[in-house]
């Protein structure tokens, strides 16, 4: 998985990242009561799969081409084409949620 050209590795903290993200989601997802094990599944998927990967990325900055080649790099890596299934719907399922962490209101979309 490659970065953009002029992305730095670690982006000014200001910025919303993915992995900001991600943390507000899985409080949201406790906030709305899921079962615990379905919590414990996705921060799973967050904590394993998507932070290390691609939790650097800019959510503003954020392409299908990132999803894309993060998917080929799970499988790439020997994850299973189920579980990078199951990764990929944390991916989708947090892409559509309303959503105010980066500074406005709307819905996060990767385009």
Same mark, same amino acid.
């Given at each position: ?14 910025? &919303? ?6 943390? &507000? ?11 615990? &094990? ?7 998927? /967050? ?8 939790? /650097? ?10 999803? &894309? ?22 991916? /989708? ?19």
């Amino acid at each position: 998985m490659m970065l953009h050209p002029n992305q730095e590795l670690e982006p000014p903290a200001n910025p &919303a990242r993915f992995r900001d993200a991600c943390e &507000a989601w899985l409080k949201e997802c406790q906030r709305n009561n899921l079962e615990r &094990a379905t919590i414990r599944s996705y921060r799973g998927h /967050v904590e394993h799969h998507i932070d290390k990967k691609i939790g /650097v990325l800019l959510v503003a900055d954020l392409t299908r081409g990132d999803i &894309a080649g993060f998917m080929d790099d799970l499988q790439d890596e020997g994850l299973s084409r189920a579980m990078t299934r199951k990764v990929l719907e944390v991916c /989708v399922l947090l892409s559509t949620r309303p959503c105010n962490w980066t500074g406005s209101t709307g819905t996060l979309r990767v385009t």
